[in-house]
């Protein structure tokens, strides 16, 4: 998620998947906080792209799932 363009890319596709236009509130805005993690994942049997939301307990079990070399499948 470090590449702007593939960032905007994904943007893109969103705005375009809900029928070109997406609104947020000052609400919305205010309520997302540095603390809010989105997961993103790669589904090989599909090609799908999976975007989460995710809690912190999560991530730290993810990494160890990805760290551990076991199941590649899902290893981006």
Not at 38 to 45: A, L
Request: net charge negative; aromatic share 6%; charged share 30%.
């Amino acid at each position: 998620m470090k590449d702007p363009d593939y960032l905007f890319s994904i943007l893109t596709m969103l705005v375009k998947k809900n029928g070109g236009k997406i609104t947020i509130t000052e609400e919305e805005m205010k309520s997302v906080s540095t603390g809010d993690l989105i997961g993103m994942y790669y589904e090989p049997d599909t090609g799908n792209i999976i975007l989460k939301e995710v809690n912190s307990e999560d991530m730290v079990r993810a990494r160890g799932m990805v760290n551990d070399k076991i199941d590649k499948t899902y290893d981006n």
